[in-house]
């Protein structure tokens, strides 16, 4: 049974940084793309980055105009782990954070095969 346990949540000052992780089991994680969605209380849940398998030795990442530049993704294929760090942080970061596989995982929830259960990121002005 395929799990994804989001972790790293938690309560920042603007400002401030935090790093989310999710650990997966039961997959064959370095065959995934990643990603990380987020939803604040009434909206929609939104990307915010992805990043694919290794192609030609690099992983490719992808993120939403309103992190660039802020937040990083990477994974570490041998723990079956994806990161977000995340700088900078505003009080508009603040929301429900998802991880997210899938084989084909656009940067919409398309090709969501698996979702983490979400970790609260609450950033405080």
């Known amino acids: 049974q395929v799990q994804l346990i989001d972790s790293g949540g938690g309560l920042a000052q603007a400002g401030g940084s935090l790093r989310l992780s999710c650990e997966a089991s039961?997959?064959?994680?370095?065959?995934?793309?990643m990603g990380w969605f987020r939803q604040a209380p009434g909206k929609e849940r939104e990307f915010v980055a992805r990043?694919?398998?290794?192609?030609?030795?690099?992983?490719?990442?992808d993120y939403a105009d309103s992190v660039k530049d802020r937040f990083t993704i990477s994974r570490d294929n041998a723990k079956n782990t994806v990161y977000l760090q995340m700088n900078s942080l505003k009080p508009e970061d603040t929301a429900v954070y998802y991880c997210?596989?899938?084989?084909?995982?656009?940067?919409?929830?398309?090709?969501?095969?698996?979702w983490g259960q979400g970790t609260q990121v609450t950033v405080s002005s």
């Open positions: 997210a596989a899938g084989r084909t995982l656009t940067m919409t929830q398309s090709g969501v095969e698996y």
């Open positions: 039961a997959l064959t994680f370095s065959r995934y793309a």
């Open positions: 990043i694919r398998t290794l192609v030609r030795s690099a992983y490719y990442a």
